[in-house]
């Protein structure tokens, strides 16, 4: 006979009955946690680098068919803001607290040693995940994560920072700002893992995160289908490299060839015809930055449609992607009870500059980009050669009818779209919410249409309070207020406030490069005090939602009320202090998982180290020496490789010979061959560099030096480096010793290219000393094992 089963809540006392034998005894189960019945999935879709004027039911003309029949069945938001930049943003989406107080004040890559600054976010900082999963719920985090220290996302852990350190059961993506779409640097739970399939044989990352994502819900539903998931779905589109198959770059050919002045006066006539923005919106003037279409040469105009075919064929595709997703849940018979929000994370990104690049990675290393390059790449683009971007008049149409882009704080780089899709808790379909909110309001609204009230602590860390406001009261009453009425904006020095309909914008280093001067300038004292006293905007944005006016001259008042108050929420939040740097906050020192040290040993089977854990080689003297046996007839590989085809280095044995090649951001290959072909038996194969300078980092150019090729001690090869990179390895790839995974740094050797010898180890020397003295050192080192 089958007794009753009786669970109790575990902290509560045993009713069961304990007696001398099991036949005098009744038993009782500590209850798992279960969700409320019927509790709704939650699916967030977090767009990268996607403009307010790029989704087809936002005006665009680009095909998002799946994004727009979420919008056509739920709601379009009009007034949702972010951070400004991806990692901020991520942070606040996922805690609901402000960037600064998640010590995100840039991507975690440019920490610098401040509160709020350290690229660290705390765990008084708790996720929706740890949230929904104290509640019943299935955790899964699918694609970009960029939410863990630079330093830590290595095989050498922490990992309490990761994904399943972070309250989600199961992930798979990549943990870095972006990757390569057809070669990503790819995470499964807490492993790295290669893609399933070469890009020959059709792959792409969108796909792969779809076919993950699905396969995450399906692996719950069918064994609890009462169990409801929160699913954190990020795509990595539409940040670069803006890749796609070529089929669908064609459907647009032709399409925007009219340029971006026409596509943004087409945007803008859209959006008000669908209500998106009101009819009596003015544009912003044309952009400083931006030359005007029409004055361009011809072949620039067809180079700069073709990146924006590109962009169009790969926002399509994503959108077909997210909407196997949507078709799966719906096969399945949760697509009516579960909440789904879409938002970018910033607006559409200007890293390409003025002319596109093939090769983002020139971008993080102040390398200018060749129009004469970009040229003669305009067939490949999208395909797997290239880390492609589109020219920034791309990107100033993208955030119609905006001005401006990612990095500032106007709204083109703070305003995104925002899609909300409940059909089981939301009677409203279709309509448009002009509520302002931002993106620390997610959590709190998430939670209260769950019923769900913020917990005080999290495995056992008491909670800081949410800093976000709910817009649950939006969701059924287009007329409902905005709870959200005080919001500070700071990214890279570019400071702006909302307050009751106004905002208050201080641009730095401008309002344009053309008018302020480049990107990344720190900022001094003395100008501190100058912006304050006369580098403020004034934008009436409940009357003039596109900033068009600048109206400080005739409300100082207002002006200076909020630039106190955005004084007052600096110090609340921990902005301060300002820092106007970009791009040399990467060079910032900052605590490593390891002590620093002068020589680092790498292993067959070391794949994928990242930039910031790996050996750092860029700017000094440094020795690889890799002890192998040779067996007989030769052997070919890879013995030790940082990067990929958008920069990096390799050494390598290929037709009996030792190479080395520095690829200087995909412009140029730096390649040594040894005179002689390697021996066969145990050797050490080396190659030593030699700096004969000192970098020029701002113009781009990394320390010149000699490298030389050496089996043991004698030298078989030598060449001179003019430059080499001055900052940032490679987009992709990471170290890895023996093989190549992802994109390979040369084209002499296809990936993975397993070494076929024996690597015992491989030594990487960065003391600095005279490389003749220590040579011989390492050698012998190696030679003890």
Not at 111 to 140: C, D, K, R, V, W
Not at 157 to 176: I, K, M, N, T
Not at 346 to 357: D, F, I, L, R, Y
Request: glycine share 12%.
């Amino acid at each position: 006979m089958n007794k009753k089963l009786i669970e109790y809540q575990p902290g509560t006392a045993f009713p069961g009955k304990i007696g001398r034998t099991i036949e005098e005894s009744t038993p009782a189960w500590p209850a798992p946690v279960r969700a409320k019945e019927g509790a709704p999935n939650v699916l967030i879709i977090v767009l990268d680098d996607t403009g307010f004027g790029q989704l087809g039911c936002y005006g665009s003309p680009i095909k998002t068919p799946n994004l727009d029949r979420l919008a056509e069945g739920g709601l379009r938001y009009t007034n949702m803001h972010t951070t400004a930049l991806c990692s901020p943003t991520r942070s606040c989406i996922l805690t609901g607290r402000n960037h600064h107080s998640n010590n995100m004040a840039g991507i975690t890559e440019i920490s610098t040693g401040y509160p709020g600054y350290y690229g660290s976010i705390p765990f008084e900082n708790g996720f929706l995940s740890e949230i929904l999963l104290q509640h019943g719920y299935s955790t899964f985090a699918v694609g970009k994560w960029h939410l863990t220290p630079a330093e830590q996302i290595s095989a050498a852990g922490p990992y309490d920072r990761w994904p399943l350190g972070r309250g989600f059961e199961r992930f798979y993506g990549f943990l870095s700002g972006d990757t390569h779409q057809y070669y990503p640097d790819l995470v499964h739970d807490n492993h790295t893992v290669d893609p399933p399939r070469t890009p020959e044989e059709g792959y792409t990352l969108n796909e792969d995160l779809a076919d993950r994502a699905i396969g995450f819900v399906a692996d719950v539903k069918q064994v609890a289908p009462d169990r409801p998931f929160f699913l954190y779905y990020c795509t990595g589109a539409m940040h670069a490299p803006h890749h796609v198959p070529k089929e669908w770059a064609d459907r647009y050919r032709g399409a925007f060839d009219d340029g971006w002045e026409v596509y943004r006066q087409r945007v803008f006539a859209r959006q008000k015809e669908l209500g998106i923005v009101p009819r009596s919106t003015d544009l912003p003037p044309h952009d400083p930055d931006v030359p005007r279409w029409d004055a361009l040469p011809e072949k620039e105009r067809r180079l700069y449609a073709r990146m924006m075919e590109v962009f169009a064929g790969f926002l399509e595709q994503t959108d077909y992607h997210i909407g196997r997703v949507l078709d799966y849940l719906e096969s399945i018979g949760e697509r009516e009870n579960t909440l789904v929000m879409v938002i970018s994370d910033n607006g559409a990104s200007a890293e390409g500059g003025p002319t596109g690049s093939v090769n983002e990675n020139r971008f993080f290393n102040y390398v200018p980009e060749s129009l004469e390059d970009n040229l003669a790449a305009l067939d490949d683009l999208g395909g797997p050669m290239y880390f492609n971007h589109y020219a920034w008049g791309w990107t100033w149409a993208g955030d119609t009818p905006f001005r401006r882009w990612k990095r500032e704080t106007y709204r083109g780089g703070i305003s995104d779209p925002l899609i909300v899709h409940w059909p089981g808790g939301i009677r409203a379909k279709g309509e448009i919410r002009a509520q302002y909110a931002h993106a620390i309001d997610i959590v709190p609204t998430v939670l209260e249409v769950l019923g769900i009230r913020p917990p005080a602590e999290i495995r056992g860390v008491t909670q800081s309070p949410i800093e976000g406001v709910s817009f649950a009261g939006s969701l059924d009453d287009a007329g409902a207020p905005s709870g959200h009425a005080t919001q500070y904006y700071e990214m890279f020095g570019h400071r702006s406030l909302y307050h009751n309909g106004w905002k208050a914008v201080c641009p730095w280093p401008g309002p344009s490069f053309a008018e302020g001067g480049p990107f990344g300038q720190p900022i001094t004292a003395e100008k501190l005090r100058e912006l304050d006293a006369k580098g403020w905007e004034l934008y009436h944005v409940e009357t003039d939602c596109a900033e068009a006016h600048n109206v400080a001259q005739e409300y100082p008042g207002v002006l200076q009320e909020l630039i106190t108050l955005w004084y007052a929420e600096a110090g609340r939040y921990h902005v301060l202090p300002i820092d106007g740097r970009g791009i040399q906050r990467l060079t910032e020192p900052r605590p490593e998982v390891g002590r620093d040290r002068a020589r680092y040993n790498y292993f067959p089977g070391t794949q994928g180290v990242p930039e910031n854990p790996a050996v750092k080689v860029l700017n000094r003297s440094h020795v690889i020496a890799a002890l192998v046996d040779i067996p007989e007839g030769g052997a070919e590989g890879v013995l030790l490789t940082h990067g990929g085809n958008t920069g990096g280095y390799a050494l390598f044995v290929k037709d009996k010979r030792l190479h080395y090649v520095h690829n200087y951001v995909g412009i140029r290959e730096f390649h040594l061959v040894s005179t002689e072909t390697v021996p066969e038996g145990r050797v050490v194969l080396s190659y030593q560099f030699e700096k004969t300078g000192e970098p020029d980092i701002r113009n781009g150019k990394g320390a010149p030096g000699t490298g030389r090729l050496y089996f043991n001690e004698r030298p078989v090869g030598e060449m001179e480096v003019p430059v080499t990179i001055p900052l940032v390895i490679g987009l992709g790839g990471g170290l890895s010793c023996g093989r190549s995974q992802g994109s390979s740094v040369t084209g002499l050797y296809r990936p993975p290219f397993v070494f076929t010898g024996t690597i015992h180890r491989v030594a990487v020397d960065v003391s600095g000393e005279r490389i003749e003295d220590h040579e011989a050192e390492i050698r012998m080192a190696l030679a003890r094992q």
